[in-house]
Every structure is written in C-alpha cells, then in structure tokens.
C-alpha cells in the first residue's frame, strides 16, 4: 500500500465547477499536511497546509480526518488557470519535516 | 519570501560524465535541504536530505557514491550526478526547508538528459 494514496483522475471540469479530491495516509504518526500544485513540467508550489480544525483560503477548502487517516480539497468556482496536477503531502511522522508525496491528481478545467 | 533557485535549469551531457546541480535559498536560511527525483507522469521521490556541515542520509535504494550532496552552507546544497547513465535522465528538484519551519520550498527543478 503506497504511503499516500491519491485517485490519479484527471479531472475533466467545466469553468465554475466545484471539484474535490481526497487522499488517504497510512502513516497514522504524521503531524503535518498540505496541498501542494504542480504544473506540467515545473515544480511544486504550495498551495495550502492543512489543519485540523479545516482551513480555508479563498476558493480553496482543506480538511483533515485523523481518524481515518483522510485529507481533502475543494476547489469552488474553477478558474482555467487551476488546471495543474494537485499533491497530497504529509510528513513522516517522527522524522520531522521529511515529506512523503501522493501520485497527484491531475485537474484540466475547460471553457 | 522563500525563495529557492537551482541551476542550472537544464543540461544534457553525455554518458559517463559527472554533472553538478546547485540549490540556493535566496532569503532564507535553510538548515535542511531536500534532493528529489521525478520520472515522467510519477510523483517525487525523495532521494537524500542534506544537513548543513553534515553528511547526507540517503533514501534506501540512492547510491551515495553516485549522487554525491554537498551542503556547504546554510543557503547552498549541491547534488553531483557521478558517471551518469542515460538512465539518470530524470527532473531533479531541490527543496529548503526555513529554520523552525515545516513547510518546504521547492526550486525550479533541473532537468537532466543523460545521452
């Protein structure tokens, strides 16, 4: 069982949809999450850490269920420009800062 | 903030050479630095953490004799891909870690073709 787990997709949207994806951890000793946004040949740039309590910002919503090990992303009102490979990330637990990336979940939103 | 450079962007050599990539953190000062591989349509694979004034550790599987990490200070780590096989050909990136922080900031990636 990989140690992040992200459906691959893509997601095929139109503008102005809202869209969410999910990710699962198997690391139950990981402390720290976040989103991160990857386009096509450039490398990852963060898009959100993610709280236990959920966070929000602007038309992107994080939320976290330790309990099932479960982290997810909403996307409200797509833009073109959001189109780009999203990626679940945590941390390995009692390593610190080390990060375990997922396989991505690539987003295309359409006119 | 947290900006991270890498050079170069870019380089093709040819087999059996040795390639040096740098990572910078142009306005922070970053204790820990992280080298990753990535294929094509796969995810980043971790390959080493770089300390400063320490020896890197390295992820089961990377060759610490062919990928040699140097991070001489807390704003410079390099990653030297020794002898290099077309194999080698990947998108490496780099990524900064701020002292007392979590979050890590990534380079632009080097995109290295081994011919």
């Known amino acids: 069982r990989k140690e992040v787990e992200q459906d691959p997709g893509p997601f095929n949207v139109p503008e102005g949809a809202t869209v969410a994806f999910n990710c699962t951890y198997s690391?139950?000793?990981?402390?720290?999450f976040f989103w991160y946004r990857q386009d096509c040949r450039k490398e990852p740039k963060l898009l959100m850490s993610?709280?236990?309590s959920g966070n929000e910002d602007g038309r992107f919503t994080a939320q976290l269920n330790r309990a099932s090990q479960y982290i997810s992303l909403l996307i409200r009102d797509s833009k073109l420009s959001d189109s780009a490979t999203y990626l679940c990330v945590v941390n390995r637990g009692n390593a610190g800062n080390m990060l375990t990336f997922g396989g991505g979940t690539r987003l295309m939103v359409k006119p | 903030g947290a900006v991270v450079s890498q050079h170069p962007s870019w380089v093709i050599c040819k087999s059996g050479t040795s390639v040096k990539i740098e990572c910078r953190s142009l306005?922070?000062?970053?204790?820990?630095m992280f080298w990753y591989r990535q294929f094509p349509k796969q995810s980043l694979m971790l390959m080493a953490t770089?300390?400063?004034?320490?020896?890197?550790?390295?992820e089961q599987g990377v060759e610490k004799d062919k990928f040699l990490i140097n991070h001489a200070s807390l704003t410079l780590s390099t990653l030297t891909v020794t002898s290099a096989h077309p194999e080698d050909s990947s998108f490496y990136i780099c990524?900064?870690?701020?002292?007392?922080?979590?979050?890590?900031?990534f380079g632009p990636g080097t995109r290295l073709t081994v011919t």
């Open positions: 770089s300390n400063e004034g320490s020896k890197a550790t390295y």
């Open positions: 690391n139950s000793a990981s402390q720290s």
């Open positions: 993610v709280y236990s």
């Open positions: 990524s900064a870690v701020a002292q007392g922080r979590y979050e890590q900031y």
């Open positions: 306005d922070f000062q970053a204790t820990t």
